[in-house]
């Protein structure tokens, strides 16, 4: 009696479950997709849960930057966590901003023939970091008092002080908005307070695995916003268009509710259509949705959309209390029905 087996017997065994793994996988694929967008879910959940704590835990504004994969891109698959930076008030104690002449100026930076002054400068010879630390879009307000202002530009100028060209900071303001049309005296130096835009926190990004994405042209604001699509153009008379480069932010406040949101694209005119990406942000007015689909079903060319594949989850947080569901796209067709599901909380085990 002989043992063991033939090299022939063993290569067909080898044959046979090459076969039927070979077989079984395009079976199983489907599952692992799935299994790739349950995991992703997870994972977001947990980090938007993460943000949410460390604003509490700060008393001060924390969030998800949501970075797309590439300038005009929907897809992205990067989030860290931002947060809200301290006050800036100068570089020493008691720094004082010196507001300068107004000029008046168009929107392209010609003389206004109206007169109307459309921005302001302060300088503050003392604190040469002032230029490091705050950007576009930061909010200031004078002698800790009155409204705020956000800063338009950001940059240095060589001024004789005290008998010695030196390079001093100089940062441009203007109201938040036309129906706040006032302005500081000039001539006059008063303290300062620069409320800062968020920044992205020290650590390690969250980076989404196996294809998987947030399609940000089906993600928004409210029951069928879609204020992140880089489609919205900033700026409709250019050719080609500008599109929304801008990160995606979802700041929370102290007390873990949504305080602001930055990167959205607003509607400022609809004749011609006209969207605009404010750098203050804008506050939030519904539930924040983000769509997790595949990398291959996003941009112009994809045969099916994220929107259409009912195996895609949304996630939602709640303008109010921040809290955070998941929820498969069960309504591949409509984003209003759809979300609504999603609001309402079902859940595909991400939470």
């Not at 300088?123 to 230029?131: K, R």
């Amino acid at each position: 009696m002989r043992s063991g087996v033939t090299l022939v017997e063993l290569l067909v065994v080898v044959t046979i479950a090459v076969l039927l793994v070979a077989s079984a996988v395009p079976l199983m694929k489907p599952a692992l997709k799935d299994g790739q967008l349950r995991e992703a879910a997870r994972q977001i959940n947990a980090h938007v849960a993460v943000a949410k704590s460390r604003a509490m835990q700060r008393g001060r504004g924390a969030g998800v930057m949501i970075q797309r994969s590439e300038p005009g891109s929907n897809a992205a698959f990067e989030l860290f966590i931002a947060e809200t930076p301290p006050p800036y008030a100068g570089d020493v104690i008691g720094a004082i901003s010196s507001l300068r002449d107004y000029w008046p100026k168009d929107s392209m930076g010609n003389p206004n023939p109206d007169g109307n002054f459309e921005s302001a400068v302060f300088t503050d010879l003392n604190s040469a970091t002032l230029p490091l630390l705050v950007q576009v879009g930061d909010l200031i307000q004078f002698n800790y008092q009155g409204p705020w202002y956000e800063i338009t530009s950001v940059g240095t100028s060589v001024e004789t002080v005290a008998g010695s060209p030196t390079t001093v900071p100089l940062v441009e303001f203007q109201p938040k908005s036309a129906s706040a049309n006032t302005w500081p005296k000039a001539k006059v130096t008063v303290p300062y307070k620069i409320m800062r835009h968020p920044r992205k926190a020290s650590g390690s990004a969250l980076q989404l695995a196996g294809g998987v994405v947030i399609d940000l042209e089906y993600s928004g604001i409210g029951s069928t916003g879609q204020q992140f699509n880089a489609g919205l153009t900033n700026i409709t008379t250019t050719t080609p268009p500008v599109l929304n480069d801008d990160p995606i932010l979802i700041m929370f406040d102290g007390n873990g509710t949504l305080s602001r949101i930055y990167g959205s694209a607003v509607l400022t005119s609809t004749s011609p259509v006209t969207y605009a990406v404010p750098g203050a942000g804008t506050a939030p007015t519904g539930t924040v949705h983000l769509l997790l689909g595949r990398f291959e079903q996003t941009g112009t060319a994809a045969e099916t959309k994220n929107i259409q594949d009912p195996k895609n989850v949304w996630i939602s947080i709640g303008d109010r209390t921040g809290a955070v569901t998941s929820a498969p796209n069960l309504v591949a067709t409509s984003i209003g029905d759809s979300r609504e599901l999603a609001r309402s909380g079902q859940s595909v085990g991400g939470n």
